[in-house]
T-cell receptor, first 114, second 108 residues
Framework: DSGVTQTPKHLITATGQRVTLRCSPR?????VYWYQQSLDQGLQFLIQ???????AKGNILERFSAQQFPDLHSELNLSSLELGDSALYFC?????????????FGPGTRLTVL | KNEVEQSPQNLTAQEGEFITINCSYS?????LHWLQQHPGGGIVSLFM???GKKKHGRLIATINIQEKHSSLHITASHPRDSAVYIC??????????FGTGTSLTVIP
């Protein structure tokens, strides 16, 4: 158990809908990273937050947004969902804002868009 | 084009064998990350390297910055090592780029 929690574990929804994925980092960790893992693209970095502020942005679509709250949990919002958004979404946390510190991964949320 | 290439894509080994997984990259990097993804999907960080060699139990990771190459070795492999091993590199900036993974199966 990494200490990182993600909810929900599974999510099934329809095209055009909007969903919110939630991540709680390990106690004391200030950084949260979001990753997408799809069958055709593999793992991709989406976005990083550090202590409430956006620190780095990767291949995140404009239909996706994220935020980190004062209690350090983070939410990833996916809107106007398309079939291709079906994937595993992982969050990871680390103590500092630099990406080369060890990251601890949550169990992931499996999103299926029908 | 993927900046990170892993080989082999698939690997089957007998229990007890010494295993090597390779990762080559094409850009200058500040760090390289080895991850293990279990059959159930969970991901564990194994090593973060910027130079030299690190060892943890039966796992050893090495990196050669000049040759843009890293290897992950597993000594005395065990069926519980069966997983996908993923290499990720960190060029300048804060974004990791991931390889497509090496799927390892260790047969008893």
């Amino acid at each position: 158990d990494s200490g990182v929690t993600q909810t929900p574990k599974h999510l099934i929804t329809a095209t055009g809908q909007r969903v919110t994925l939630r991540c709680s980092p390990r106690s004391g960790d200030l950084s949260v990273y979001w990753y997408q893992q799809s069958l055709d693209q593999g793992l991709q970095f989406l976005i990083q937050y550090y202590n409430g502020e956006e620190r780095a942005k990767g291949n995140i679509l404009e239909r996706f947004s994220a935020q980190q709250f004062p209690d350090l949990h983070s939410e990833l919002n996916l809107s106007s969902l398309e079939l291709g958004d079906s994937a595993l979404y992982f969050c990871a946390s680390s103590a500092s804002g630099v990406p080369y510190n060890e990251q601890f991964f949550g169990p992931g949320t499996r999103l299926t868009v029908l | 084009k993927n900046e990170v290439e892993q080989s082999p894509q698939n690997l089957t080994a007998q229990e007890g064998e010494f295993i090597t997984i390779n990762c080559s990259y094409s850009v200058g990097i500040s760090a390289l990350h080895w991850l293990q993804q279990h059959p159930g999907g969970g991901i564990v960080s194994l090593f973060m390297l910027s130079s030299g060699k690190k060892k943890h139990g039966r796992l050893i990771a090495t990196i050669n910055i000049q040759e843009k190459h890293s290897s992950l070795h597993i000594t005395a492999s065990h069926p519980r090592d069966s997983a996908v091993y993923i290499c990720a590199v960190l060029p300048t900036g804060n974004q990791f780029y991931f390889g497509t993974g090496t799927s390892l199966t260790v047969i008893p």
